[in-house]
DNA sequence: GGTGAAAATTGTGGAAT
DNA sequence: ATTCCACAATTTTCACC
């Protein structure tokens, strides 16, 4: 499939729905220049396609009692053991991403938790279940954080 | 302000929301049990406290474009200068996310760009305008990645 | 692909409890 | 703070280009 450039219709439309993931069809349509049937028909598509995985809320951490972000770094204990991290990770709710990563590291893991109790059981989580060690880096303050893509 | 915990209903529709940043409001009333006016005074108040701070659409990276993402590492050149870095890199629309952390780096990144290419060109203009050395952790995959927390 | 319009659904504000 | 209600706006489908 076409793959790399969008379209300059379906990139405006990606633009104005990174900006703003509740921007009406008719806001939309107006601000791409197309009816609204056109608008609704191409957000259908990038639906499909996967190009708009989905539309979420941005929320504040600190508002929502997960107060403390950290990144963590996966190292494997066993360095033949078959790569299924992800796998393994999943089911942890803690984990916001997850980054398979080249460098001393195999991954690295965005994290939020609501204390440094919850951090510790957290990594004690991660070790026990992927068997990695860690190496975490405490997150101080977000500046800014999932900002959209200029495209 | 009431920090940290949020009442369990304000909770639930931050959760929904998260989930699908596009739910309507008689969607969310029926998931929390609430009419669609009392929800839509909730979100409201919610949208203003800075609890929900936006919606935005998820997308993929390789479809729209931007198929290379990196964890740039910064260390200060000067660690007396005055620490201003957000502000010098805030214009610079590849940045994704920043963060402040604590240990050896002073921030870390989270870059979006198209081409190995637009990395080093990337990378030249972080280190100029923020006077900083950078270490460079590109990213192979993303088995997952902004998953909603769960609260 | 696109348009325009009808029908169904949803959003929004106000008065009342 | 929530509910009910009425009106405005949006979403969604469809026939036609």
């Known amino acids: 499939m076409s793959n790399g450039v969008l379209e300059p219709l379906d990139q405006a439309i990606v633009r104005e729905l990174a900006a703003d993931g509740r921007r009406s069809f008719t806001d939309l349509a107006e601000r791409v220049g197309l009816s609204v049937s ?3 028909q191409r957000v259908r598509r990038l639906e499909q396609r996967g190009v708009i995985r989905g539309y979420t809320a941005r929320l504040d951490g600190e508002q929502i009692g997960l107060p403390l972000t950290a990144l963590i770094s996966l ?77």
């Open 38 to 40: 056109a608008v609704h």
């Open 75 to 151: 190292t494997p204990n066993d360095p033949a053991a078959p790569d299924d991290y992800p796998q393994r990770l999943e089911h942890i709710s803690e984990i916001e991403s997850c980054y398979s990563v080249a460098g001393d590291e195999s991954y690295i893991l965005l994290v939020r938790v609501g204390s440094p109790l919850g951090l510790e059981d957290l990594l004690r989580r991660i070790r026990e279940v992927a068997k990695v060690s860690t190496r975490t880096t405490v997150v101080l303050s977000t500046p800014f954080e999932g900002r959209s893509p200029t495209l």
